[in-house]
């Protein structure tokens, strides 16, 4: 009559349990297949989107796809990439950060404010400083937002006026520092060595490497659902030839008066962040409480999690990594100035984060997103450049790039299952 | 049919709880043995709602004692509550749906190893603990709580529970707005942690429900506890009567209203 006598019920196969459950490549690339048809398309859409405008562009002007062209479009994309990074913290958290454009702009001005011969601060000691004062902002504003429950909307609104003010001030109308110091400038502007190129790539490949391999070992062995060791090699193998590509590319000679040629600082500087930020997001308890809060407050409220503690450190880090973006803006300018457009950076900063795969909504998103959609917009700009479009055309294609990308994710997100 | 121990796991004595000058709960005394589902049973605003809560540590009552496992014990708080083992599944059901099950089922209690999660351990616990609770629905314990029905769902939720080590399972109406095959699997599921020793209670309207899965039934009217009766001394037409006039002089079987 009832299910209280049916309880004996026969077990039936384990979701996912004892016995060896290494896959073959083939079960394992259609259950990956499964998942992005699901809605799952992770950063395929915005590859996708950076062919596409790479052939655009080549196909109207052959200068597009030129070592040299590819080279300075990592560098001009570095600023766009770190910022958007910055934003994909917030925007995980469901939340945004309009000030990011300004905060940069702080770190740039107490960067070269401190690296000036007559206040003569060491280049570290200036980085470390910039740093401190945007994480420190960070926390000012997180706290306003998570302490006194504002919205971030208006905060970091009036944080992208105030720090536009506070840059005036500092600056003086129509003024600017220099930075003379070699070490800041290199950032943007220094190349390693062909030798030291091929060396960083491969001890990173390698590392990598062993990583992943390990990780993937001990899954198999484990008995749960696995990749095969031919996938496995395969990814590393992809890692390398990429990497490959990389020095390859960076190290022909791009000069056209004098030689120029190897891998650029910056491009370290944005894989490093990459890294360490996907690190902290993927593997961490903190990474993942980002990600609990932004799906579900509520529900992370009653797992425990102290919310006000996650959203607070998310907006650190987001100012912390605006930072990083101010130093790169400087050192490339070798100077910071009045002229600098954190407005549109912030724009850019969003429209990068969300071109790449990361929804405004919170709760989904990952850190490369930032990198790709940073490279989509600086390609845009550059490749439009290159044609002799002016700033408004570059505007209107960016935004319908943009609109693009959210349609995309829109699309794919209604086929998931409800 | 009824596990009647000598001590029960859970002795509420006198409980009452106002809000104001509203008395919400009113010299509850209510035992909820292990191994057993208690169905709380009564109309809206009887008092069910503040009584659980009372129990999950979101209320403290204005008196009366709450025994855990023979000891009088203050519970503080959500946490003081889930430390001894009182795990409440609320009704929205409290789980992020851009996190997998793995990471939903140990949200607030990650496993870490050398500061890093602990994927593999925790991921064959999880689907350790699903396979125990004859969850087999679900393609893979790393698909996102988003792509899930609304049964695996409860599933999950009530799954973390017993990951969670919890004797008492608290369940707000767990099979409001499922269909009928996802409502018999969760109901199968609250008969396999019955099954498995824990001490479930059970809030629910839908008396189809309650008797299907029910070992006892609890009826509160006006915050007050009306009466407890095993199921087979009790049917839907005097809890009916029970939740509306606080008695009933009707016989077990007198009317043809039982539950098949």
Known sequence: ?418 | MTTTTEEPLLRLSGITKSFGPVLALSDVDLDVPGGAVTALAGDNGAGKSTLIKCIAGIYAPDSGDIVWQGERVDLDGPAAAAALGIQTVYQDLALCDNLDIVQNMFLGRERLRRGQLDDLSMEHAAADTLSELAVTTVRSVRQQVASLSGGQRQSVAIAKAVLWESQLVIMDEPTAALGVAQTRMVLDLVRTLAGRGHAVLLISHNMTDVFQVADRIAVMRQGRMVDVRPIDEIDQRIVVDLMTTGESDREVGSSNWRAR
């Open chain 1, 1 to 418: 009559m009832s299910v209280r006598d049916s309880v004996t019920r026969s077990r039936q196969r384990p979701p996912s349990g004892d016995g060896a459950q290494v896959m073959t490549a083939r079960e394992y690339l259609g259950l990956t297949w499964r998942s992005i048809k699901g809605g799952e398309t992770g950063v395929l859409p915005v590859i996708g989107g950076l062919l596409l405008v790479s052939v655009i562009f080549e196909s109207l002007d052959q200068h597009f796809l030129t070592t040299g062209n590819l080279v300075n479009l990592l560098i001009q994309a570095a600023v766009y990439a770190l910022l958007a990074m910055a934003e994909v913290f917030v925007l995980l958290l469901g939340e945004i950060d309009l000030s990011v454009g300004f905060v940069a702009g702080i770190g740039a001005v107490v960067l070269a404010w401190l690296a000036q011969p007559q206040v003569g601060w060491p280049w570290w000691a200036a980085i470390a400083a910039a740093l401190v004062a945007t994480a420190a902002i960070g926390l000012l504003q997180g706290s306003l937002i998570t302490r006194i429950g504002l919205p971030s909307f208006v905060v970091t609104l009036g944080g992208l006026l105030f720090w536009n003010g506070v840059m005036l001030f500092v600056l003086g109308n129509g003024g600017s520092i220099l930075i003379q110091d070699d070490v800041l400038n290199a950032i943007a502007s220094g190349t390693l060595s062909r030798l030291a190129g091929w060396a960083v790539m491969l001890v990173a490949v390698g590392v990598f490497g062993v990583l992943v391999w390990r990780r993937d070992a001990r899954r198999r062995t484990s008995g749960l659902p696995a990749p095969p060791a031919v996938l496995t090699a395969a990814k590393i193998g992809a890692a390398l030839l990429g990497g490959a590509l990389l020095i390859l590319l960076a190290n022909a000679d791009r000069g056209v008066l004098a030689p120029v040629y190897g891998l650029p600082y910056v491009v370290l500087v944005v894989l490093g962040v990459l890294v360490v930020w996907s690190y902290l997001l993927g593997r961490r308890r903190f990474g993942l409480y980002v990600y609990a809060v932004g799906g579900n407050a509520e529900a992370a409220r009653r797992a425990g999690i102290n919310l006000a503690r996650i959203r607070t450190l998310g907006f650190v880090l987001c100012s912390f990594t605006a930072g990083i973006a101010g130093i790169v803006y400087a050192s490339r300018l070798r100077s910071i100035s009045t002229s600098l457009d954190g407005g549109t950076l912030v724009l850019y900063a969003v429209a990068g984060a969300v071109i790449g795969g990361t929804s405004l909504f919170g709760g989904r998103g990952k850190v490369i997103h930032g990198v790709l959609g940073g490279l989509v917009i600086a390609a845009i700009d550059n490749g439009m450049g290159l044609l002799g479009f002016s700033a408004a055309a570059k505007y209107v294609v960016t935004a319908v790039v943009l609109i693009v990308a959210v349609t995309i994710d829109a699309v794919a997100r209604r086929n998931r299952p409800a």
